[in-house]
């Protein structure tokens, strides 16, 4: 094994122990355009949680184009003889067969088939990689590599990045100059220019809607964002921050790392972590691909009778159910679950969640009650609310993987 | 390499043939299962074989002494019919002081060398008390070590007949040794004993190829460890095999093949294969495939998992333990080819023939622990020492004689690197020698030195640790040697490891490739 994880320079030197956060290289575009300061910590850096408003920012991403800053994602560059059986044998997919240019939603388990967490690899070359990743694990990933000859580094800062989302964006990418971007089909990565540097476009988002995701070196950053707003703007393209992304990415029914499971490396308590398999991601898991970390366990799960899965809620009513805990009956005597994420979808327009619950209430069809707590002018009320246990995505629409995308 | 299919199937395939490998084929065949064992040396016997290590001057290779073999492996295997005598049993222990009187500490007593006041009356009930402990804890040596936090009764049975064993004590007793059991040696001595020597002996037996100094953590459990697997042996005492240790192995050979086992030699396994999730059989270096049912390794836990099977079959987290494995071995070889017999200060002929420990004080063998921490070795290294041509001439030339030391405390990465600092080591144990034994530097043919860097080329124990591993809390009883492979099974379903990497651990022992085969012969749980 040769494994080596970069030492990596912060962008801004200044005493950074005074100002903990690093700032990404779009940050003087997010300050300028931030109407209500509403700065957030993300994976060491700061940034926008609403530029305007949330919902201004949701809607565009339904209906126009948006610009979401991707940098603090923690991205590891894997490369080496091995790439392929390193991967293979740290996610539970089968990466054999992702070709070069392609990109592959993955999960990673622990030795007890609970998940470490969830990321997108991006097959680069022929042996080269890219594992985009919610948390820092460079231990897990190097630990992993014992015995495959690869190098993993964390090249987070090397690379920004930038999410393009919405039905208008692949208009906005080609008046931006991103000629044949029209021919990219769904996961597929692409190479282009814009402003004058080259872009790594890759067909990817986490909003369920038509959109790309743009990588290129910081100093590209802001030339690319002048130029995405230039070119949107006659598109309705707008900055976006993390709460209308994570409307748009509930409505997708995509999993939140830390909100809707907790990785099984950082989980303290037993019975806190979850398996590929209870978060509803068996289709993620490949038992005939040879071995990989968490296989014997997960085998020996998959027979087992299955004690909880992560599934939709449609719930009654219009107030979104935020930490409701979910009973069997309206008497609320049987606890059976509770909800990890909830929000009334504008587009769907329903009362939407994700939920984690027990056998055998979490069959499709199945009637749940919610107990929702509203708050009404400092006076707190209970509701007891109707749910029914519904297929995820709650919204997919067909633009999302139509190529080439609508002109507009 | 063309590949042949060998045309018969065994039901296990045992790797390695040093003494729990062969024990373990041994009590497989026994129960009349077809057993192969490959052996990648033209010999069996592994690290404890017997070497000519100079024209006509033949010297166990690492352990010089058998004294941890249990009486009724002994006797179950026959191994007296196939061939195994001792030229010396029940050896003496001498502790030499340079420019003092020695002094002999045995089970019996004291006596020379004139220890302090009161230390001859708390030496025997030290004595009576550590075998009253390692009476208690001696049960634990014959089983499977239980698992914690299973709902298995035999699991629960288990552990609380370990707690039984240790009420059953008395109060007095009990709390003694729970007092004690967490303590450094160092300490335990001091509150003891007055005279340096006495204690620095008793110290030795508690550092003995650990990678722990008097002071360290944890030496009081090496110490009940090694006496404990001494009263599990039962009568052998400090034994000499004749022919030297490999006389024990050629013994189990012969009793591992007349019970019906296959024993290949110069057949090194290069990997075990895997079918379906499962141990199929081993590959060896020359390309044969051979297949069988399962697979027990008694080659150390690191080269079992990481060189033989590779972390792709295994998950990440057992391979971090794996590698985590402290298993860097702190301990030479030291042969010398003699001209005539040592003569050794103030050491009477019976007390020459038998186990002679050069660490006067526990001082001493500290500041000898204190270089080897930074990657040197001291320049008074402490040694265990025998002479077994005064027990058996015929390892020798006629009149000519062998002598044979454990040397401590000797890096495997030596921070100079062993190349240039072979020659100047081996030397400076020559020189440490004449102070005890005026005159053997002009009586010595030849000399030859095993680091642990050799011993782990040599004999392929990752690291050289002739324990496989170090014995110590985090690596011992149910958690030897990692979590997940504590009970010889291992994550991969028909692979089991039979080794001194195994409950309950190094020494020429037979326990651990005993205790694998009953696990073994249970299958698949």
């Known amino acids: 094994m040769s494994a080596s994880s970069k030492n990596l320079a912060p962008m801004n030197l200044a005493p950074h122990f005074k100002k903990p956060l690093l700032q990404t290289p779009f940050h003087a575009r997010a300050r300028d355009l931030s109407q209500v300061d509403s700065f957030v910590a993300w994976a060491g850096y700061t940034t926008v949680d609403v530029f305007t408003t949330m919902e201004q920012e949701y809607f565009a991403i339904r209906n126009a184009s948006t610009l979401y800053d991707l940098t603090p994602m923690v991205k590891y560059r894997i490369a080496g003889a091995d790439a392929v059986p390193y991967l293979n044998r740290l996610v539970t997919r089968d990466l054999t067969k992702l070709k070069p240019d392609r990109v592959a939603y993955c999960v990673w388990c622990n030795d007890a088939g609970h998940v470490v967490d969830d990321g997108t690899v991006f097959r680069l070359r022929e042996s080269e990689y890219r594992l985009c990743t919610a948390e820092r694990q460079i231990d897990w990933l190097l630990d992993s590599a014992i015995g495959f000859a690869v190098t993993v580094e964390e090249v987070t800062e090397e690379i920004a990045a930038l999410a393009v989302q919405g039905p208008t964006t692949c208009a906005v990418l080609k008046a931006a100059g991103l000629a044949g971007v029209e021919r990219m089909k769904p996961f597929e990565i692409g190479y282009f220019s814009l402003a004058g540097f080259p872009v790594t476009v890759s067909r990817t988002g986490f909003t369920g809607d038509l959109g790309y995701e743009l990588w290129m070196a910081p100093s590209a950053a802001e030339p690319v964002w002048d130029g995405l707003m230039a070119a949107g703007r006659s598109r309705g393209i707008r900055a976006i921050g993390s709460q209308a992304l994570n409307l748009a990415r509930l409505e997708a029914g995509f999993l939140s790392p830390n909100v809707d499971f907790v990785s099984a490396e950082h989980t303290l308590r037993t019975g806190r972590d979850r398996s590929p398999l209870e978060l509803g991601l068996a289709w993620l898991v490949d038992f005939d691909k040879g071995h990989f970390t968490g296989r014997r366990a997960l085998l020996a799960e998959q027979q087992r009778n299955p004690r909880r899965l992560l599934v939709g809620l449609d719930i009654a009513g219009n107030k979104p159910a935020h930490n409701a805990l979910l009973y069997a009956k309206a008497d609320g005597k049987q606890e059976i679950g509770s909800v990890t994420s909830a929000a009334w979808s504008p587009t769907c327009k329903r009362n939407i969640a994700l939920a984690m619950v027990d056998a055998p209430y979490f069959r499709t069809g199945s009637t749940v009650w919610a107990e929702i707590y509203l708050n009404r002018e400092l006076v707190w009320e209970r509701r007891m609310s109707r749910a029914e246990v519904v297929e995820r995505p709650f919204f997919a629409p067909s633009r999302r993987r139509a190529t080439p995308p609508a002109e507009f | ?525």
């Not at chain 2, 401590?408 to 030596?414: D, G, N, R, S």
């Open chain 2, 1 to 525: 390499m063309a590949q042949q299919q060998s045309p018969a199937r065994y039901d296990f395939i045992v790797i390695g043939g040093g003494h729990n490998g062969l024990v373990c084929a041994a009590t497989l065949a026994h129960a009349g299962r077809r057993v192969l064992l490959l052996e990648a040396q033209s010999r069996v016997g592994g690290a404890a074989a017997t070497r000519e290590f100079a024209p006509g001057f033949r010297v166990s290779s690492c352990a010089h002494l058998l004294h941890l073999m249990p009486a009724d492996l002994i006797r179950g295997l026959n191994l007296t019919s196939h061939g195994l005598e001792f030229s010396a049993q029940g050896m003496p222990t001498t502790a030499l002081r340079p420019g003092g009187v020695p002094l002999k500490v045995n089970q019996a007593g004291l006596s020379g060398g004139n220890p302090a006041g009161g230390d001859t009356d708390a030496y025997s009930a030290y004595v009576q008390r550590m075998r009253r402990f390692a009476g208690a804890l001696a049960p634990l040596f014959g089983k499977v070590p239980p698992r914690l936090g299973t709902a298995e009764w035999s699991d629960r049975w288990a552990l609380l007949g370990m707690a039984w064993q240790i009420r059953k004590l008395g109060r007095r007793d009990m709390r003694e040794l729970l007092r004690i059991g967490g303590m450094n040696v160092f300490d335990l001595l001091e509150e003891q004993f007055d005279s340096d020597a006495l204690k620095g002996a008793l110290g030795f037996d508690a550092v003995l190829g650990t990678n722990f100094g008097p002071r360290s953590p944890g030496t009081v459990l090496t110490l009940l460890y090694r006496l404990a697997a001494e009263h599990a042996a039962g009568e052998a005492a400090l034994s000499q095999p004749k022919g030297g240790l490999g006389a024990v192995c050629d013994a189990l050979a012969k009793s591992a093949t007349a019970l019906g086992a296959t024993i290949r030699t110069a057949s090194p396994v290069a990997r075990i294969l895997v079918a379906a999730d499962r141990a199929a059989g081993v590959e060896l270096e020359s390309g044969e495939r051979i297949e069988a049912s399962a697979v027990v390794s008694s080659a150390d836990p690191k080269t079992t998992f990481l060189k033989l099977l590779g972390a792709k079959y295994l998950d990440t987290g057992f391979v971090r333990r794996v590698s985590h494995i402290r298993a860097r071995g702190l301990a030479a070889k030291l042969h010398l080819a003699l001209d005539r017999a040592p003569q050794f200060a103030g050491v009477e002929p019976a007390s020459a023939k038998g186990r002679l420990l050069l660490a006067p004080s526990l001082n001493y063998l500290e500041r000898a622990y204190n270089h080897a921490k930074y990657g040197e070795y001291s320049n008074a290294p402490a040694m265990e020492i025998t002479v077994p041509t005064l027990n058996e001439p015929g390892m020798a030339p006629s009149g000519k004689h062998v002598l044979s030391a454990i040397v401590q405390y000797v890096p495997y990465a030596l921070k100079a690197g062993w190349q240039d600092e072979r020659q100047r080591f081996t030397q400076l144990c020559l020189d440490v020698l004449e102070t005890v034994a005026p005159g053997l530097q002009g009586s010595v043919l030849h000399a030859e030195l095993l680091t642990p860097l050799d011993i782990e080329r040599e004999f392929r124990i990752e690291g050289g640790h002739w324990h496989h591993g170090e014995l110590a809390f985090d690596q011992f009883f149910m958690v030897r040697p990692v979590p997940g492979a504590a009970q010889h099974a291992t994550p991969l379903p028909g692979l089991y490891l039979c080794g001194a990497g195994c409950h309950p651990g190094g020494g020429v022992m037979g326990t651990p490739g005993r205790n694998a085969a009953q696990r073994v012969l249970k299958g698949s749980v």
